[in-house]
T-cell receptor, first 115, second 115 residues
Framework: EAGVAQSPRYKIIEKRQSVAFWCNPISGHATLYWYQQILGQGPKLLIQFQNNGVVDDSQLPKDRFSAERLKGVDSTLKIQPAKLEDSAVYLC?????????????FGPGTRLLVL | AQSVTQLGSHVSVSEGALVLLRCNYSSSVPPYLFWYVQYPNQGLQLLLKYTSAATLVKGINGFEAEFKKSETSFHLTKPSAHMSDAAEYFCAVSDSGQAGTALIFGKGTTLSVSS
């Protein structure tokens, strides 16, 4: 079974530029998460999708971050414009169902450096 | 609000020694608790999870954790460390306070294993 795929793996941009990340979850997984992991910290949720609907985006900085999952499968996360403090690893995770006991499977992440 | 505290940002052990990584949680409801491992430049991999079925939970790679409600703890142990166990370990609790089912992570503990 293929795991969660993410691209690109690394990205370096200047501040105020825009950037987009892509995630393809495990086949059949209805729930998709985007987490931000700043160096030295644990991951923090940005947004959760159930199929193509948003379940929780309370911690997404909506003035600069946006995300979509149009067909309920793959997803894109965009930052526009980027700030220095957006330098982090962006992790995508998926699970088969929405339930607190469900295992979330993580992709390898996209490492973003904003200069 | 739920939270997780990992005591000790860095733990060093010798090969063959006992591994003990500490995690305390704060939750007003019975929690679902998880331990994940992260190897360099990789995503998070589930080691084990507590879903109230049994207080002693066995995971992959010889790791286990015991849920102690009286101590609000979920410490991770392994009887004998291997060099391959060197990685970062995250304790997480499933967030019942938000609309979704995001994980709330601790700050992580880096495990070093020396020969």
């Amino acid at each position: 079974e293929a795991g969660v795929a993410q691209s690109p793996r690394y990205k370096i941009i200047e501040k105020r530029q825009s950037v987009a990340f892509w995630c393809n979850p495990i086949s059949g997984h209805a729930t998709l998460y985007w987490y931000q992991q700043i160096l030295g910290q644990g991951p923090k949720l940005l947004i959760q999708f159930q199929n193509n609907g948003v379940v929780d985006d309370s911690q997404l900085p909506k003035d600069r971050f946006s995300a979509e999952r149009l067909k309920g499968v793959d997803s894109t996360l965009k930052i526009q414009p980027a700030k220095l403090e957006d330098s982090a690893v962006y992790l995508c995770a998926s699970s088969s169902n929405t339930g607190q006991q469900e295992t979330q499977y993580f992709g390898p992440g996209t490492r973003l450096l904003v200069l | 609000a739920q939270s997780v505290t990992q005591l000790g940002s860095h733990v060093s052990v010798s090969e063959g020694a006992l591994v003990l990584l500490r995690c305390n949680y704060s939750s007003s409801v019975p929690p679902y608790l998880f331990w994940y491992v992260q190897y360099p430049n990789q995503g998070l991999q589930l080691l084990l999870k507590y879903t109230s079925a049994a207080t002693l939970v066995k995971g992959i790679n010889g790791f286990e954790a015991e849920f102690k409600k009286s101590e609000t703890s979920f410490h991770l142990t392994k009887p004998s460390a291997h060099m391959s166990d060197a990685a970062e370990y995250f304790c997480a609790v499933s967030d019942s306070g938000q609309a979704g089912t995001a994980l709330i992570f601790g700050k992580g503990t880096t495990l070093s294993v020396s020969s």
